[in-house]
């Protein structure tokens, strides 16, 4: 639960420059002059009634006598901030926006990480479909280029033994006289020839 007395945005106006001055902590326990207000000068240098700086509460409508217990009022507040004596409301706030840059800058910081944590994540699962599938490839071509060269074999072998068979019936013809060696010519074909003595 927050209190106005020990909070950081419960201020007085000081009359000359309008500006929000910090309650002490004598004007927060009693209403206490501020020490100028206390000096006898006939012109009070604050207004009477004080303010919230963060306009959650109008003391305004509340009567001197029940300042008091406003200050002392346990209530719900967002915008409560522990007071720390010496710093004005204005010094107040620029902490709260300070410290609410921090949670932001934090939390997109956070954010950042975690969607660059994501992008690695969906990179290296990528990547490790794309490895899988060009090993899937990769498995296929060899699959294939084994079948090739297994097919490529059995039609040399085929080959070389027709090969075979061909010049064995070839040879096997020409031993039984079916057909003439062609390497060998017939003597009666081929003339001789006499060498005749030079004189």
């Known amino acids: 639960m927050a209190r106005c007395a020990n909070c950081g945005f419960l201020a007085i106006i000081r009359v000359s420059d309008r ?4 309650a002490g902590l004598a004007y927060r326990d009693r209403l206490a002059n501020p020490p100028d207000r206390a000096s006898g000068n006939r012109y009070s240098m604050y207004e009477d009634s004080p303010l919230c700086a963060e ?3 109008d003391f305004s409508v509340v009567g001197q006598a029940s300042l008091i217990h406003e200050f002392q ?12 004596p010496g710093l004005s409301p204005k010094d107040h706030r620029a902490r709260v926006d300070r410290d609410l840059r921090i949670k932001f800058e934090a939390e997109q910081l956070k954010q950042d990480r975690e969607w ?30 084994r ?7 059995w039609v040399l072998g085929f080959l070389v033994a027709a ?19 062609p390497f060998h010519s017939s ?4 003339e001789q020839t006499t060498p005749q003595p030079t004189p």
Not at 73 to 84: G, I, M, P, S, T
Not at 117 to 143: F, G, I, P, S, V
Not at 166 to 171: C, D, H, M, Q
């Open 19 to 22: 500006e929000q001055v910090g």
């Open 55 to 57: 306009g959650v509460i």
């Open 73 to 84: 009022k346990d209530r719900d507040c967002d915008n409560y901030r522990q007071w720390v």
């Open 116 to 145: 660059r944590e994501t992008q690695r994540q969906e990179d290296l699962n990528w990547r490790a479909k794309a490895d899988k599938d060009a090993d899937a490839r990769h498995a296929d071509q060899m699959t294939e280029l």
């Open 147 to 153: 079948r090739q060269g297994r097919v490529q074999l």
């Open 163 to 181: 090969a075979i068979t061909f010049s064995t019936l070839v040879g096997a013809m020409i031993s039984a006289g079916w057909i003439g060696d």
């Open 187 to 190: 003597p009666s074909v081929v």
